[in-house]
């Protein structure tokens, strides 16, 4: 079995910041790409920010240079600091990793239960 767990979402005021983290847990053999994505209310899941296993990310448009997503391998956990955000930042945010398990060695992609972060205006 293999586990994502999040947490860091909360209510914030506009301009303000979070940190999100999103931790695997599990029968792991490795983690590639891991990532977060957000969905709005009556919107589809959107991709926020991915990274690599060796660091390298990308982003959104909507989030350059306000939000950075980083890791620790060592801890299986991947983080998103959010800065200067926006009440259209409001959205459940979804931790996403690709993971090959032990054992079958099969790999596949696995997601969080959800934070919701609320921008206030």
């Known amino acids: 079995q293999v586990q994502l767990v999040e947490s860091g979402g909360g209510l914030v005021q506009a301009g303000g910041s979070l940190r999100l983290s999103c931790g695997a847990s599990?029968?792991?053999?490795?983690?590639?790409?891991m990532g977060w994505y957000r969905q709005a209310p009556g919107k589809q899941r959107e991709l926020v920010a991915v990274?690599?296993?060796?660091?390298?990310?990308n982003y959104a448009d909507s989030v350059k240079g306000r939000f950075t997503i980083s890791r620790d391998n060592a801890k299986n956990t991947v983080y998103l600091q959010m800065n200067s955000l926006k009440p259209e930042d409001t959205a459940v945010y979804y931790c996403?990793?690709?993971?090959?398990?032990?054992?079958?060695?099969?790999?596949?992609?696995?997601w969080g239960q959800g934070t919701q972060v609320t921008v206030s205006s």
């Open positions: 599990g029968s792991i053999f490795s983690i590639n790409g």
């Open positions: 996403n990793a690709r993971i090959t398990r032990r054992v079958l060695f099969t790999t596949r992609d696995y």
């Open positions: 990274i690599t296993s060796d660091g390298s990310t």
